[in-house]
């Protein structure tokens, strides 16, 4: 390891340095963020003899007008076990009685070796401080008492022998206990918190208190509200273990409170969130394809050139490309497309009529892409129209008949919330993504036409009882369809996989 180094020595200078003593495996400058040399590096020789070589012969030396240790690499944990068994030979006693002495203490020192002085602290009354010093001649003679004395009790006294400290020493040792039991308290408490959401306005902190009091003993509990009074819709709840507030989640999240599904989970900082939800955007999501052995419906990715939100047919099964890196979502194409066009994240297509027209437009598209009116055999049994009976016109290869759709109403008008809730509880994850979905993309679409399928294909990718939560409040959605709106003209500009993460889905 060396230490000391000018911040103008880079890996190469170090290199060229340290090779004349032996064949180096591995040469490093630690550098900071901006790229700025720390003043210290590492050096990994193919053997100790070569290693125990360039430090005899460089170790304070000068390199760039500045002297610079050279030594052996140690392990925090081997440091902090060499610290530990520093030399020292002033020994720190306290816990004293009022009526010990220096006597006393010489006394009861001077069997582990010669002592050079003892003292007990006084105040300027002259009475004892309860503590006091001991001096050793020999280091190993003062290590001997400290482990001999250490705890022992005298005059009903347990003492406390250790070594003399610095101030600063004394200072430092205290802050890292401080700061690390203000952690632990922190973790403690962040367990035990739980952020509640979807509450309905008349919820008060006493009703939220009675709500989750089963599971546990609540130290707080607290509704948030605006200035004037009126309640957010969210609040927290505070258990005294994370024991009690683990079976709260587990019992109340999805509950039906007032004809509301809460939301209930830990509840995190925004940092911490944001980390998260940069770690699952950064993972590879497979697409969910329905087994079948007939053609399948070759959907646009999102942000293709020159497409709108239209659905096309094509004539042959799409292609698939690899998975792009930090985008977790894989990209289909139809034929005739090329590929590295937009990306984007995950987005919802809604099942639509036929002949039924999207902002956007029909006809022919850039690149010789046709709309077909006709649609193959497997998509008579996949899509889920609005609307009662639907009879698709008969084209080549489609036999006609009737086909009995989902049907999700009479218009293209959200299912009430308490009906959709109960239809969801009876569905398979899959539905329930696109009944939400179906009852979703209307409403964003009414905020963003053009990028309704990103945007609802991002907000799916929440809490099913956030969804619900947008779903019914006009004000919430707009929040989140604005946060996604940045979202995507971030990602356009670029950056991608950071800016996905940048949206508080949680």
Known sequence: MLQNLDLAIDHKALHDTFSTFGNIVSCKVAVDASGQSKG????????????????????????????????????????????????????YVKNLGESTTDDDLKKAFSEYGKITSAVVMKDGEGKSKGFGFVNFENADDAARAVEALNGHKFDDKEWYVGRAQKKSERETELRV???????????KFQSSNLYVKNLDPSISDEKLKEIFSPFGTVTSCKVMRDPSGISKGSGFVAFSTPEEATEAMSQLSGKMVESKP??????????????RLQAQFSQPRPVAMPPSAGPRMPMFPPGGPGIGQQMFYGQAPPTMIPPQPGYGYQQQLVPGMRPGGGHGPNYFMPMVQPHQQRPGGGGRRPGGIQQFQQQPPMMQHQMHPRGRNIRYSQGRGVSGGDVPPYDMGNNNMPLPIGTLASNLANASPEQQRTMLGENLYPLVEK????????????????????????????????????????????????????QLASLNLS
Not at 177 to 187: G, V
Not at 264 to 275: C, L, M, S, T
């Open 177 to 187: 206990r401080y700061e690390q039991n203000l952690k632990e308290a922190a973790e």
């Open 447 to 498: 905020l963003e036409a053009e990028s309704a399928a990103k945007v609802t294909g991002m907000l799916l990718e929440m809490d099913q009882t956030e969804v619900l939560h947008l779903l019914e409040s006009p004000e919430a959605l707009e929040a989140k369809v604005a946060e996604a709106m940045d979202v995507l003209r971030s990602v356009a500009a670029g950056g991608a996989a950071e």
């Open 262 to 275: 809460l939301y209930v989970a830990i509840a995190q900082k925004k940092e911490d969130r944001r980390v």
């Open 40 to 91: 210290y590096g590492f050096v990994q020789y193919a053997d100790e003899e070569s290693a125990q070589k360039a430090i005899e012969k460089l170790n304070g030396m000068l390199l760039n007008d500045k002297q610079v240790y050279v030594g052996p690499f140690l392990r925090r944990q081997e440091r902090d076990s060499s610290a530990n068994k520093t030399k020292f030979t002033n020994v």
